[in-house]
């Protein structure tokens, strides 16, 4: 892949750089990871984000516009998350940010005054005693006897 021109301008307003590039192939078209790390060369900046590329119908030429920022936090701010996905941003930065495990012995003791907590916070529901059935003679009132 080849640089046929390379236009880089500052975009203070948000903090990052435009870049438009025509870049030239042969064979078959170019991956965005492949035209991503071929701006990042020629650019000579670290964090680029591939916007759209354009292939020219009949040429092995591209159309690519992307947008290069002073850190992936900036990025992360300004960006879309399907853009950051589309790039393989949003999973380098997912790897590189997974905190360490934490000993077992931090986690029993986190454990221990939750539970502590638990026990002291609600005491047990006392028992209540069934209520009684009614009596067969209480629930039905007497009738007259006809037999009288």
């Known amino acids: 892949m080849n640089t046929q021109s390379i236009d880089v301008k500052d975009n203070a307003l948000y903090g990052r750089k435009d870049i438009k590039a025509i870049l030239s192939f042969t064979g078959v078209f170019p991956k965005r990871k492949d035209v991503r790390e ?18 020219q119908y009949g040429q092995p030429y591209l159309a690519v516009q992307g947008r290069a920022y002073p850190d992936l936090k900036a ?23 997974k905190k360490p495990a934490e000993s077992k012995e931090e986690k029993a003791a986190d454990q221990k005054p939750a539970e502590e907590k638990k026990a002291d916070s609600k005491p047990a529901p006392e028992a209540k005693p069934a209520p009684e059935a009614k009596k067969a003679d209480e629930a039905k009132p007497e009738t007259e006897s006809k037999n009288e």
């Open 38 to 55: 071929h701006l990042i060369k020629e650019s000579k900046e670290k964090h680029v984000l591939v916007i759209s590329i354009e292939k």
């Open 75 to 97: 990025m992360r701010i300004a960006e879309p998350m399907h853009m950051l996905k589309r790039n393989g941003i949003a999973l380098e930065d997912a790897k590189s940010e």
